[in-house]
């Protein structure tokens, strides 16, 4: 994974709202529509916007259904960058005054 990408996905990551998003979208069976406006205490425009940023990222997956949209955790952006991120962590020099 190149760093533009996990930047990409670390600042989709980098709200709480969005956090919430991918959790409750992660505890449910089965898609979600409507559920995840009702579920924050947030205007519908704000959180399409938080949606919006997840998207772009690769991170939900949105398909039409009927009038409505149904949104769907897609979760190998996650293990893209925790891949990335272990790869980093494991190739970093080991520091001699670590913790002074």
């Known amino acids: 994974m190149d760093d533009d990408r996990i930047a990409m ?4 990551l980098g709200h709480p709202v969005r956090l919430r998003i991918l959790r409750l979208l ?4 089965e898609c979600m529509g409507g559920e995840i406006f009702s579920e924050l ?3 519908q425009s704000t959180v399409s916007q938080h949606l919006a940023v997840l ?3 690769g ?3 949105a ?3 009927g009038t409505r949209m149904v949104y769907c955790i897609d979760p190998s952006p996650l293990a893209e960058l925790s891949g990335g991120i272990d790869s980093l962590a494991a190739t ?3 520091c001699a005054g670590k913790g002074a």
């Open 92 to 94: 970093h020099p080991v």
């Open 55 to 57: 998207r772009e990222a």
């Open 41 to 43: 205490p947030l205007a």
């Open 26 to 29: 992660s505890q449910q069976d």
């Open 9 to 12: 996905i670390s600042r989709a």
């Open 63 to 65: 398909t039409p259904h």
């Open 59 to 61: 991170l939900v997956h």
